[in-house]
T-cell receptor, first 114, second 111 residues
Framework: AQKVTQAQTEISVVEKEDVTLDCVYE???????LFWYKQPPSGELVFLIR??????QNEISGRYSWNFQKSTSSFNFTITASQVVDSAVYFC???????????FGTGTRLTIIP | DSGVTQTPKHLITATGQRVTLRCSPR?????VYWYQQSLDQGLQFLIQ???????AKGNILERFSAQQFPDLHSELNLSSLELGDSALYFC??????????FGPGTRLLVL
């Protein structure tokens, strides 16, 4: 069975600070996808990124960056120069290639203080 | 806007009742997934349909059922509702099975 752990339940930072959200996953499968989703106060789930298990390249998109390390089964998410609009609950998730159901972590509530 | 639509946005009903949640996937997406988000269980996969056929089942109660119609929209039927069924129900769709795009959700309150 798959498991995704987001140990940080809540994080608060002052605007413009950098913040890293941790995600640790467990699976016996060697091929899988990892995801980050954002849930703003309005409630919808917004897709942010997908990584394949065979591609450990880090990725940067604007102020967002992701660090994928298979050796530690981690897929961490960093927001640089945080903004109030980044306040949301962020979910890390995993699916197996060939089994599309998403297994979600419990989420990290990020609050950016103006 | 993900392109996935869900109706209604909010639903308030009583215990023992039956409700139907509706989902229209993104244009061209053949797969539809249903998830439940509750305070105690978090985000849980319920069921997946692909082009009208059930493909995978998760933690879906026997009182719940779903179907996908020829036009690819999907409905999730919840019956004999209990207080504990109060939750946010999400539909997601996917074209390739890799990335799922979520609708805005239906917030169900059972009183």
């Amino acid at each position: 069975a798959q498991k995704v752990t987001q140990a940080q339940t809540e994080i608060s930072v002052v605007e413009k600070e950098d913040v890293t959200l941790d995600c640790v996953y467990e699976t016996r499968d060697t091929t899988y996808y990892l995801f980050w989703y954002k849930q703003p106060p309005s409630g919808e789930l917004v897709f942010l990124i997908r990584r394949n298990s065979f591609d450990e390249q880090n990725e940067i998109s604007g102020r967002y960056s992701w660090n994928f390390q298979k050796s530690t089964s981690s897929f961490n998410f960093t927001i640089t120069a945080s903004q109030v609009v980044d306040s949301a609950v962020y979910f890390c998730a995993l699916s197996l290639i060939g089994n599309e159901k998403l297994t979600f972590g419990t989420g990290t509530r990020l609050t950016i203080i103006p | 806007d993900s392109g996935v639509t869900q109706t209604p946005k909010h639903l308030i009903t009583a215990t023992g009742q039956r409700v139907t949640l509706r989902c229209s996937p993104r244009s061209g997406d053949l797969s539809v997934y249903w998830y439940q988000q509750s305070l105690d269980q978090g985000l849980q996969f319920l069921i997946q349909y692909y082009n009208g056929e059930e493909r995978a089942k998760g933690n879906i109660l026997e009182r719940f059922s779903a179907q996908q119609f020829p036009d690819l929209h999907s409905e999730l039927n919840l019956s004999s509702l209990e207080l504990g069924d109060s939750a946010l129900y999400f539909c997601a769709s996917s074209r390739t099975g890799r990335t799922q795009y979520f609708g805005p959700g239906t917030r169900l309150l059972v009183l």
